[in-house]
């Protein structure tokens, strides 16, 4: 659908000793197609974060068992990526998880809102997407309130989740952060699509449909043309397969 141009990949290109490429998802694409109005006419309640008892301080992929899964999306980027994602997603009757940015909120606050009314999960990938990780305690947890503060403002609530900004897992000081800041459960995902790297359309769903399994959670981003172009293919893929794609949420309940 959208073709997009990707113009910024500086993230994927630092790939450092030690650091997995997965820990440096990019962002700040350009360019763009027209935004789809999808909204719903009920208005989602305020999200808020829930502890799932039993699960990990760090969760990565759902116990539960059923045949289900959770596309995560980096939110960030061209807003009219985003509503195509979301608008295709609803069109097979996928229901999927963005994790948002809060500079890009403060940029575009109406995406927090339709998110939402797609009755998609939303929630926190920190304020401004520094390597959180490697950040001092007291920079760390602003990026964490910063972007809590975007939501709870936008939406009501500080959003359902936190996930930590270019990295796949958060380290036990970040995640106490979060913690503090009122997200019981850092989101992990145990599929990274490499959509970022704009490897092209094929190669995104190709690497989806290896990977995933009844209870993925899946990383995905907004903000990318070779993103908009597979999700129809990584939806067919997964529901050939039996694997409906749910919010974290629901995945987790
Ligand atoms: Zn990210």
């Known amino acids: 659908m959208g073709r997009v141009t990707s113009t910024d990949r500086r993230g994927a290109l630092r790939i450092g000793t030690g650091l997995a490429l997965t820990a440096l998802a990019g962002c700040a694409p350009a360019g763009g197609r027209e ?7 009920h208005r989602a309640p305020a999200p808020g974060p829930r502890a799932f008892p039993g699960l990990p301080a760090q969760i ?12 995560t999306f980096h939110g960030q980027g061209d ?5 195509a994602l979301l608008g295709e997603a609803e069109r097979a009757g996928a229901r999927v998880t963005v994790l948002a940015v809060g500079t890009w909120l403060d940029e575009h606050p109406a995406l927090a809102r339709r998110v939402l009314d797609g009755g998609h999960d939303l929630g926190n990938h920190t304020l401004r997407h520094r390597t959180i990780n490697s950040l001092p305690e007291a920079d760390a947890y602003a990026e964490i309130t910063g972007c809590a503060d975007r939501l709870r403002r936008l939406t009501g609530g ?14 036990p000081l970040v995640a106490r952060l979060a913690r503090r800041a009122g997200y019981p459960h850092v989101l992990s995902y145990d599929v990274d699509s490499l959509d970022f790297t704009s490897p092209g359309a094929p190669a995104v769903t190709r690497k989806v449909a290896a990977e995933a399994r009844a209870g993925s959670v899946v990383s995905l981003h907004f903000g990318y ?8 293919a990584v939806l067919e893929e997964l529901d050939r397969r039996g694997l409906r794609a749910v919010t974290t949420t629901e995945l987790l309940t």
Do not use: N, Q
């Not at 789809?36 to 006419?41: E, F, I, K, L, S």
């Not at 807003?79 to 509503?83: C, G, K, L, S």
């Open 225 to 232: 043309a070779d993103t908009v172009a597979a999700l129809p």
């Open 35 to 41: 935004p789809r109005p999808a909204r719903r006419p």
């Open 79 to 83: 807003p009219a990526t985003a509503r």
């Open 158 to 171: 500080i959003g359902s989740w936190f996930r930590p900004s270019r990295a796949e897992r958060a380290t």
């Open 60 to 71: 990565a992929h759902s116990p539960r068992g059923r045949p289900e899964v959770a596309l």
